[in-house]
């Protein structure tokens, strides 16, 4: 009997340590086997290790983005991290939500979080841009259950909608969309980039860090009317669409296939500020986000077409533009640090009671894609 136990016990902590040891905790334990970078561009050892160990730039969960009625009704089992400025993070914020500045968040997950006890770890800002452009960072990182909320605090509270979202939508350059099709620069090299580090997980964290502490990635429609010929501007939604209209000068990449190195990531030019437009800016700032861990200076066009074509993408049947459904104007708290239930207090919903919790068993629940 002594012996069935004992048998018993070892299998226990054996699947605990499979089922816990291999989350997310440690990203860098999923290294894959890869030379020493000896001398040269180490983006060449960068590039192999992004691709062979995610294809995140094509990879089809990406963007991960999830609604605000999703993370509301599951906040016990979510991570909040709120990387608005701390000011309007105080004024009210998701109820449970931590605040942290975007060039913090690297040490931050690897001191403060247990990435693999929360089902999902959700960023969240104003617009989602931030959030989205935060996102891709942890992805590559290896956190595989982060996402951005749609549509970020404007989903959530209607004053931040009207100052942002409800704010930027815009028909100002509708009339001047061209269909012509621009064809992409010819291929060239990859950015050089320089971290010292020889691996390339190391020097995916050195870019990465480098990168959010920067936090340079976003730029408006009117700045780049004022001179397009100083921007290579992506179009990346697919071809269909990009033929009903498109920004002039605008070159269609295609989302999900073109940015790699045997398709057409070597056409982006090095000596050139990129900027890249979708429907609404957020899946364009995951794509900056990789690309700027890459070396090259990409920009995301913020609120993306929404803020130039608005009533063309309803009209030309493009889809996803925002509108008052999408605000649900749920309750925030106030307060320097994130609110926690106390001793005593009623026992509420899942959608009501916003502590976030440790959950050491994770469900499998159906992604959210898309919606860029």
Known sequence: ?????????????????????????????????????QTGNENEALIKFLEQSGNFINNKR????ISAENVRANLKKYLIIDVRRHGDYVNGHINGAVNVDPGDLVSYMKKNVAAGTYDKIVMVCYASHRASFSAMMLQMLGYSNVYSMKWGMSSWDINTANKKWLKRISDKYASKLETTENQKLPKTQLPEIHTGKTLGYDILEARVDTVLK??????????????????????????????????SGAVQYNPKSSLIKEADLLTLPTDKKIVIYDYTGQHASFVAAYLQVLGYDAYTLTYGAN??????LTSLKIGHAFDKSQIKNYPMVQGELPS??????????????????????KKKVKEEEGGC
């Open 1 to 37: 009997m002594k012996k069935s136990i004992y048998f018993l016990s070892i299998i226990f902590l054996a699947v605990i340590f499979f089922n816990t040891g291999c989350s997310n905790d440690n990203p860098k334990s999923k290294k894959i086997i890869e030379k020493k970078v």
């Open 62 to 65: 990406i963007p991960t983005l």
């Open 214 to 247: 920067r936090l340079k990635f976003e730029i408006g429609i009117d700045k780049v009317m004022e001179n397009p010929d100083d921007y290579y501007i992506v179009n990346y939604w697919p071809e269909y669409n990009y033929k009903k209209g498109h920004l």
């Open 307 to 312: 803020s130039f074509m608005y009533s063309k």
């Open 340 to 361: 926690v239930k106390t001793a005593g207090s009623d026992n509420n919903t899942a959608a009501e009671d916003n502590t976030p919790a440790q959950i050491i068993k």
